[in-house]
């Protein structure tokens, strides 16, 4: 669970920029962004379990019940994206609850001996559970459930619209509250950028990684029941490529070990190689390049969105020169 981030990434934590970028989804349009499931309608019949009648059930004393979910109080029933699942409110030996019947689809249509069971609906990580007596005579009233759920599709940009490459992303979603010991319940890891997560309504921390160094932001964000939130979070980092060079624009030099420090002198970042690539946050940097038992080093800049270039000259006037020609511009 990565839940710390370096001081170097203190900069980017603001979150006015992503405010604006929070655009929903049109009502109509959410459902049908939820509902990507489309498994067909499946049907299970319990047999093997009954806390109240005992012995084999027959089709005499099976009863149809019939169960269907709502994303919210007034919506429509789903016809997608369900998984039904009934339990028997006695636990097992090991304390769980045994799983009884299964149904994949939108509305679910179960036969179940008369007693007492747990039904539960889950709509990705969104759900809802309740208690379900099936009488041994009269009707069977239908099962609704309303799982008050919506969803949300994560993006990122660096600087104000520089596009990041989706396998660059990662965002995990934690609960918002935070427990006693300074941390958060994991929602759900690992997620990718334009994938609807299904949640119940509610705030949620996400967390976005871009690249593996220290490029990381932090949001809050809403879920609304029945609607799919578009959420555009904007990194304050770049991309750049690490080069030691015998002078300006030259061929990078083999078999070179990379250090990147801190302004305050600490390491955030060690490879090995020609030009190795990383993305860092916003803020000032040391490059250190070791090669041939020479060290070389470099003061540099990295701006928000700005991909480039960082060359360490074998000619090391030349490169505090360098940092100073940048802290001209700058």
Wanted: glycine letters at 8%; aromatic letters at 6%; hydrophobic letters at 40%.
């Amino acid at each position: 669970m990565r839940m710390r981030i370096h001081p170097a990434a203190a900069a980017g934590l603001a979150l006015t920029s992503l405010a604006a970028s929070f655009v929903p989804a049109r009502a109509q349009d959410s459902l049908e962004s939820f509902s990507q499931i489309t498994t067909p309608l499946k049907g299970s019949k319990v047999t093997s379990f009954n806390p109240i009648v005992t012995g084999e059930a027959t089709p005499r004393n099976l009863r149809d019940v019939t169960c269907e979910a709502l994303l919210t109080k007034d919506g429509q029933p789903m016809q997608h994206g369900l998984t039904w699942r009934v339990f028997s409110p006695i636990p097992a030996a090991d304390g769980k609850l045994p799983l009884l019947a299964t149904s994949e689809g939108g509305t679910a249509a179960f036969h179940l001996v008369p007693g007492e069971y747990f039904v539960n609906v889950a709509f990705g990580r969104a759900g809802a559970t309740k208690k379900l007596v099936v009488p041994e005579e009269g009707s069977v009233d239908k099962q609704v459930m309303v799982l008050d759920a919506g969803g949300i599709m994560l993006n990122a940009v660096s600087g104000t619209d520089v596009r990041i490459p989706p396998k660059e992303l990662s965002f995990a979603v934690y609960s918002a509250e935070v427990r006693e010991d300074g941390e958060r319940n994991l929602v759900m890891d690992n997620v990718k950028p334009n994938s609807v997560v299904r949640l119940n309504a509610g705030t949620y921390h996400v967390v976005s990684d871009y690249g593996d160094v220290n490029a990381v932001i932090r949001a809050d964000i809403q879920v609304e029941a029945g609607k799919l939130t578009r959420a555009t979070i904007q990194h304050r980092a770049a991309k750049l490529t690490l080069k030691l060079v015998s002078e300006p624009g030259g061929e990078a030099i083999a078999d070179t070990a990379w250090s990147i420090l801190t302004s305050s002198g600490d390491t955030v970042s060690e490879s090995v190689g020609a030009f190795p690539t990383l993305v860092l946050a916003e803020g000032s940097y040391i490059a250190v390049a070791r090669n041939k038992n020479r060290i070389y080093q470099r003061d540099f800049q990295v701006k928000a969105g700005v991909n480039t270039d960082v060359e360490v000259l074998l000619d090391e006037k030349a490169n505090d020169q360098k940092a100073a020609a940048q802290d001209v511009v700058d």
